[in-house]
């Protein structure tokens, strides 16, 4: 059995919340969405822990001063035996600054390993999906799931997670949820934490971590007080 940990750490606003958090889960797997290229390296010195980055869009951080890239990114503190990074939409070439683009526009990676744990491999992946300004699904979020399902097509021992920018119930979350497993628990009713979401309290479960059916999920839960997202926690078995 392994430990998962999946947030959206909104930038650079949270990480004397974040950081600790992480800390005492001490989970073997961490996916995290919207981490400055800055910090990755911090990340990976203060849980040692090695990690793959791709970024996305540019952001002025919260002190000032130039924009910086910033993206996903998955860590681990088992050797990784395969990583890799394929955009389903735009490119590493193309990240802009986030006012230059609409947010649907953004590049959109999925970093993925594939590790051991015990006698089996499991291939993780992590996204942030596209963005939509009324959690209702659009054409381009249509088109882009078409290519990430392609990406993970027939891989074994899936574990999908991120930030996907689409509320359970709606078309696309419903769409991943035909094709594997959602494993937050149906009690929640969303994954947006109000005391620090921008737009306050949204009763949306935008946050996801899907599966296939040769994965077994225990004890999954969401964490409040730690960023606009709410985390996700969960044992793999």
């Known amino acids: 059995m392994f430990k998962l940990v999946s947030i959206n750490i909104e930038w650079d606003k949270h990480l004397d919340l974040v950081l600790p958090f992480i800390k005492r889960e001490a989970p073997d797997v961490l996916c995290i969405q919207e981490i400055f290229e800055s910090d990755h390296a911090v990340f990976e010195k203060e849980l040692e822990m090695k990690g793959v980055f791709a970024p996305m869009v540019r952001v002025i951080p919260t002190m000032g001063g130039p924009s910086q890239p910033t993206g996903v990114a998955l860590f681990t503190k088992e050797q990784q035996a395969e990583t890799s990074v394929e955009y389903y939409y735009g490119s590493a070439d193309a990240v802009a600054d986030l006012d230059a683009k609409p947010f649907d526009e953004e590049a959109r990676p999925l970093v993925s390993v594939r590790v051991r744990f015990g006698e089996n491999d499991y291939n993780v ?36 997670c991120g930030d996907f920018n689409a509320p359970r119930g709606g078309e696309i979350f419903t769409l991943l949820s035909k094709n594997f497993k959602d494993n937050i628990p149906l009690h929640y009713k969303t994954s947006i934490d109000k005391k620090f979401h921008r737009k306050g309290d949204l009763q949306l479960v935008v946050d996801g971590l899907f599966t296939t059916d040769d994965v077994h999920t225990e004890n999954v839960r969401l964490v409040d007080g730690l960023s606009d997202h709410m985390a996700i926690v969960a044992e793999i078995e």
């Open 125 to 160: 992946g992590t996204t942030h999906f596209t963005w939509t300004g009324n959690a209702e699904s659009s054409d381009r979020q249509r088109e882009d799931i078409k290519v990430l399902l392609d990406l993970v097509k027939g891989k074994d021992r899936l574990i999908l």
